[in-house]
């Protein structure tokens, strides 16, 4: 079936503007999270969304950052006012329903801020 | 100290060798974990999980968890060119699955 999907795939933008990051999760997988990987570094954890709980935000990096998800489906993950230390591959993963549940990654967006 | 420290690499081996990759956590870091594989330019993909102590095999990959010493392995039988990638460990703290990861070491496998 299919897998989870990100868009776009690749972003520049100019420091200071604001953008959005799409993750469409595998369907019917109620845990959903957002990493951000670095050149040269390992995943860092965003944002965790499981059903209808309050997401667990203890690794957004500023208040610039912020995610939702609507209808238990579709996440948007923003971010405001982008600086150049903003600039990494943002992952999304999603799992059945979370715990020791196997999570799946896709692909990406790779952000470069100017 | 990190959660989740590995060795960054290379680890260059042989084809047909034994890769040994290994990780060691926090106290914090302690419930499960996993080893997924990434290639360049790629999302990871999930290799194997392990939960309990000892050792946990699949196919050419054993995995060893040794919560005493607080470190975990990936072992990589009859290393192949195409196992070359980055190997990253994760671990969870037991809540919400939160999962942590090391920065990954870069295996090479040479003909």
């Known amino acids: 079936g299919a897998g989870v999907s990100q868009s776009p795939s690749n972003k520049v933008t100019e420091k200071g503007k604001d953008v959005e990051l799409r993750c469409d999760p595998i369907?019917?997988?109620?845990?959903l999270y957002w990493y951000r990987q670095s050149l040269g570094q390992g995943l860092e954890f965003l944002i965790y969304f499981q059903g209808n709980s309050a997401p667990d935000k203890s690794g957004l990096p500023s208040d610039r950052f912020s995610a939702e998800r609507t209808g238990g489906s579709v996440s948007t993950l923003t971010i405001q006012r982008t600086q150049q230390e903003d600039s990494a591959v943002y992952l999304c993963?999603?799992?059945?329903?979370?715990?020791?549940?196997?999570?799946?990654f896709g692909p990406g967006t790779r952000l470069l801020v100017l | 100290q990190k959660e989740v420290e590995q060795n960054s690499g290379p680890l260059s081996v042989p084809e047909g060798a034994i890769a040994s990759l290994n990780c060691t956590y926090s106290?914090?870091?302690?419930?499960?974990f996993f080893w997924y594989r990434q290639y360049s330019g790629k999302s990871p993909e999930l290799i194997m999980s392990?939960?309990?102590?000892g050792d946990k095999e699949d196919g050419r990959f054993t995995a060893q968890l040794n919560k005493a010493s607080q470190y975990v392995s990936l072992l990589i039988r009859d290393s192949q060119p195409s196992d070359s990638a980055t190997y990253l460990c994760a671990g969870d703290t037991g809540t919400a699955s939160k999962l942590t990861f090391g920065t990954g070491t870069r295996l090479q496998v040479t003909l």
């Open positions: 392990i939960y309990s102590n």
């Open positions: 106290d914090r870091v302690s419930q499960s």
């Open positions: 993963a999603s799992s059945q329903r979370g715990g020791r549940e196997t999570q799946y």
């Open positions: 369907s019917g997988h109620t845990a």
